[in-house]
T-cell receptor, first 113, second 106 residues
Framework: DTGVSQDPRHKITKRGQNVTFRCDPI?????LYWYRQTLGQGPEFLTY????????KSRLLSDRFSAERPKGSFSTLEIQRTEQGDSAMYLC???????????FGQGTRLTVV | TQLLEQSPQFLSIQEGENLTVYCNSS?????LQWYRQEPGEGPVLLVT?????EVKKLKRLTFQFGDARKDSSLHITAAQPGDTGLYLC??????FGAGTRLTVKP
């Protein structure tokens, strides 16, 4: 296991298009987190899963954002009708519940033009 | 929701200098994590502190957890250009502060 992987690393899309990102966590990690990070800021929490259950979703997250983790392994984050303000780095992290050590992927950098 | 405040926001120093950055909250941390993030990469965990008054050392980095578990500091001795990055603190709920962006000039 080489850690948390995210795909793609970079995505350029036109405003109004839908995009989907994938995160593969460390295999034995039951918790998976999604974040958005803009330049100069810390990671902003979006949502997290424990196994396949989505346990929390930020109230800042618009209805255009949806995430799934259907089998409790990999997760996808979809953004519908992208806007320029969605341009950011999207980070995924995983950990074992009860353990404070979390591991991050390298992120997907989204640019909306 | 616990708010984490980090200071300073930016810090630019010369190689060899010492520095301290801070993470504060109005509420008690059950545990606190420090991460470092380099440009274009995800954050990497440096340390977890759990017990009030705890001090942990990682080479030239010293982490201190406040007695009341509401604040923490990270002290770097003799900073090197390789220490450049965004230093983040987080709580046990995986919420992060805005970070301190450190630049160490050779």
């Amino acid at each position: 296991d080489t850690g948390v992987s995210q795909d793609p690393r970079h995505k350029i899309t036109k405003r109004g298009q839908n995009v989907t990102f994938r995160c593969d966590p460390i295999s034995e990690h039951n918790r998976l987190y999604w974040y958005r990070q803009t330049l100069g800021q810390g990671p902003e929490f979006l949502t997290y899963f424990q196994n396949e259950a989505q346990l929390e979703k930020s109230r800042l997250l618009s209805d255009r954002f949806s995430a799934e983790r259907p089998k409790g392994s990999f997760s996808t984050l979809e953004i519908q009708r992208t806007e320029q303000g969605d341009s950011a780095m999207y980070l995924c992290a995983s950990r074992v519940s009860g353990n404070t050590e979390a591991f991050f992927g390298q992120g997907t950098r989204l640019t909306v033009v | 929701t616990q708010l984490l405040e980090q200071s300073p926001q930016f810090l630019s120093i010369q190689e060899g200098e010492n520095l301290t950055v801070y993470c504060n909250s109005s509420s008690v941390f059950s545990s606190l994590q420090w991460y470092r993030q380099e440009p274009g990469e995800g954050p990497v965990l440096l340390v977890t502190v759990v017990t009030g008054g705890e001090v942990k050392k990682l080479k030239r980095l010293t982490f201190q957890f406040g007695d009341a578990r509401k604040d923490s500091s990270l002290h770097i001795t003799a900073a090197q250009p390789g220490d450049t990055g965004l230093y983040l603190c987080s709580n046990n709920d995986m919420r992060f502060g805005a970070g301190t962006r450190l630049t160490v000039k050779p």
